[in-house]
């Protein structure tokens, strides 16, 4: 009888669609065993991303008592015997709640004096750290500030980024600047990248822009720890500065900036073009070259080892290569400077080389779980910054694909052309379907991040990738290490022709018709549910992982806002507005930067205003009436005359000033007018217009208002432009 109602229920269960549906899921939920661990860092780096998404600066306390409370839980579950049901969403709470409680905690840690908006010049003594990336207005520096003109020594930054006329000063000078003093720059526009949030937990306290040259200072000895810090970025320059003697500026800057992190040789042309071409992520150093290069000294080793029979027979090649390879991404991470993007490569790599030597396998899942979680412990801020977010999607969808790649068969006496070609078909195969999947992975971040696709991406690094990494690479560390003796330049020859070759192919598909789109930027939440959808399909197995798939389109597919019709910089100073699919640009060649960004971000193409039916003077522009254009700006530090100010509210429905506007006239009272005091509370602002004519009303979005009150978020200032 028992069987007889088995049987039934079975039967039952075979002609209920939903049961068997039901089933399955169940099913599969329980096939996922051990891998419920995989998404512990997901939770945590949930838990940091919520903590960057608030908007006002939570108490550690109610945080560090909830993420207590949150293990204790989880603890209690395992030990009471309770099932998965009850322990994996016990320890999902607790990872979240944790992810959260570190970001506050790392937060706290680097917390340090931001410099105040100083309107007038000051002047500075400092030591040189290092060398940075080139801006618009010429040559960087990251500097130590030892003294401020008007600022006590508690209200110091200690790191500022200075731009400086002509070349810049080496690591480990002492200079004296007059410059102009600001905090770090607000984002752009409301709910682009927050530049001062970056540097935040850079250590960086403000910006300076020289206005005169650099000259040396007499200062008294650094701590020895600053000391140290200056001699190491010394070396990596005069390292830089010889590979750039050996191979020229322009494919010695290239091979500079992939070797030491110093990107002050590379032309602005080459840049884009490595931009357009999707082969920019070459240049800046990352999970590809710590992994090439170390992977390079893993396979020397291991070679020459088993080279050598009496040590093969006594040691363990592979673990000798392996301890070789963490020494080597050691090495390369101090090189590079130990940017945070080269830090978290280097974590990621050791943790493989550290599994090959406690006989792991080092390629997995869980081992990629381990340095994600190990990154965000140390790096809570990495979850917001593209570099992680690109790096850590496209290295857990190519181990994803190295679990369902076929495995080939050895087959036994094959003669070596048949066996050559059936390889080279293989690794073919293996290199356009990583390329593929890297590129879809990083895809909805590039969109989301940057507005752009490389349409000849692809191609471009599949031409690239072979040469770059069995001969640039390993060119470039082989000739990196013997330049210091003398003996570099064979390797940096070979290394300058591949960059020559690599720089050919960029050029080539960045001129190619069509070679970047631009895309606007979706609504926020589309990309956390992108990612998920990318997790999903790389951490879950079986047939439910397609779920993930539509997730993971979510910046591709989902609807835009729509497009503002007017955005103003911070400061006033700045402007453009939407048109006909295009951003027009009031000031041209004036903060540059951000208008590039708000613009690709409403997936507009940026021009420059028409000089007919504009009427503008050294500190105004406006346009000759409201059908040519809708703002007008007045960016001169005094407020304009009554009848200068009158007139712009005639012609213009939007008017910016950057001073403030104690009075407006009664031309003024039925315009919008933003002063000087709105956005030095507000920053940058986006304007909708709701009607037509003298009935329009506007509604605005600003960058302070999305940014929140954090410890980072300090009121956006003007750029020092005299009046």
């Known amino acids: 009888m028992a069987s007889e109602g088995d049987a039934g229920r079975d039967g039952a269960a075979q002609a209920d669609p939903l049961g068997r549906i039901l089933a399955g899921l169940v099913a599969e939920v329980a096939e996922q065993g051990l891998r419920w661990r995989l998404w512990a860092p997901v939770a945590f780096g949930a838990g940091c991303a919520l903590y960057f998404s608030l908007r006002a600066e939570p108490s550690i306390g109610p945080l560090g008592a909830a993420a207590l409370l949150a293990i204790a839980s989880w603890v209690a579950g395992r030990r009471s015997g309770k099932g998965r049901r009850v322990t994996v969403p016990l320890m999902l709470v607790a990872f979240l709640a944790c992810g959260v409680a570190a970001a506050k905690v790392r937060s706290d840690r680097v917390a340090g004096p931001i410099a105040p908006a100083m309107t007038a010049p000051t002047v500075l003594t400092a030591w040189v750290l290092d060398v940075d990336s080139p801006g618009e207005s010429g040559s960087r520096v990251v500097i130590a500030p030892t003294g401020v003109r008007g600022l006590e020594p508690e209200q110091t930054p200690l790191r500022l980024r200075a731009t400086v006329r002509g070349p810049p000063p080496r690591p480990g000078e002492a200079i004296r600047l007059y410059a102009i003093l600001n905090p770090p720059p607000a984002p752009a526009a409301p709910g682009a990248y927050d530049f001062g949030r970056n540097a935040w ?230 290199a356009c379907a990583a390329s593929l999947v890297a590129g879809m992975a990083t895809g909805p971040f590039a969109m989301q991040h940057f507005n752009r696709t490389a349409v000849y991406g692809l191609m471009a690094n599949l031409l690239t990738a072979p040469m770059a990494d069995f001969i640039m690479m390993p060119a470039l560390a082989l000739g990196a290490a013997l330049e210091p003796l003398g003996l570099g330049a064979p390797f940096l020859w070979i290394a300058g022709k591949a960059v020559e070759l690599m720089l050919a192919i960029g050029h080539w598909t960045a001129d190619l018709p069509g ?27 079986g047939r439910l992982r397609w779920v993930g798939a539509p997730l993971a389109m979510a910046v591709l597919l989902w609807p835009r806002a729509p497009t503002p019709d007017v955005w103003i910089g911070d400061g006033g100073t700045q402007a453009a507005f939407a048109r006909a699919g295009e951003a027009v640009v009031v000031r041209s060649g004036v903060r540059e930067f951000a208008v590039d960004v708000w613009s690709r971000r409403r997936g507009l193409d940026a021009v420059a205003r028409p000089d007919q039916g504009w009427s503008c003077s050294r500190f105004s522009c406006a346009p000759e009436d409201a059908g040519i254009g809708p703002v007008a700006l007045w960016w001169g530090r005094r407020p304009p005359e009554p009848d200068l100010l009158e007139g712009m509210c005639r012609v213009a429905p939007v008017v910016a000033s950057r001073a403030p506007l104690p009075d407006l006239p009664e031309t003024c009272l039925a315009r919008l007018v933003l002063d000087g005091v709105d956005f030095e509370r507000g920053g940058a602002v986006e304007l909708w217009r709701d009607g037509e004519g003298a009935a329009a009303s506007w509604s605005a979005v600003w960058a302070a208002d999305v940014r929140g009150r954090r410890p980072w978020s300090r009121q956006p200032t003007p750029e020092g432009e005299g009046a």
């Open 515 to 541: 070679a970047v789109r631009t895309i606007a930027s979706a609504p926020t939440a589309a990309l956390p549910i992108a990612f998920l959808g990318i997790l999903i399909l790389c951490l879950w197995r």
């Open 201 to 430: 937990f850079q250590g960086l306290g403000g910006v300076a822009f020289a206005l005169g040259e650099t000259r040396a200072a007499e200062l008294s000895p650094p701590p020895w720890r600053l000391r140290l810090m200056m001699r190491v970025n010394a070396a990596r320059y005069a390292l830089a500065e010889r590979i750039v003697a050996r191979l020229g500026p322009r494919i010695g800057g290239v091979a500079a900036a992939m070797v030491t992190g110093h990107e002050a040789w590379i032309g602005r042309e080459d840049l884009d073009a490595m931009r357009k071409s999707g082969l920019a992520h070459i240049l800046s150093i990352s999970g590809l070259h710590m992994a090439v290069v170390g992977g390079f000294v893993f396979f020397a080793v291991r070679l020459g080892v088993a080279a050598w029979p009496w040590l093969a027979l006594r040691v363990s090649g592979k673990k000798i290569a392996a301890g070789a390879g963490l020494i080597a991404v050691g090495v390369y991470l101090i090189v590079s400077g130990s940017p945070p993007p080269a830090e978290r490569a280097a974590i990621t790599a050791g943790i493989a080389f550290v599994a090959v030597l406690i006989d792991r396998q080092a390629i997995t899942m869980q081992a990629l779980a381990a340095a994600a979680l190990v990154v965000l412990a140390t790096q809570p801020e990495a979850i917001v910054t593209p570099g992680f977010q690109m790096s850590f999607a496209a290295t857990a969808a190519l181990v994803a694909l190295v679990e369902i790649w076929p495995r080939r068969l050895r087959e036994i006496s094959v003669p070596w052309p048949i066996a050559a070609v059936q390889r080279l078909g293989g690794w073919l195969a293996a």
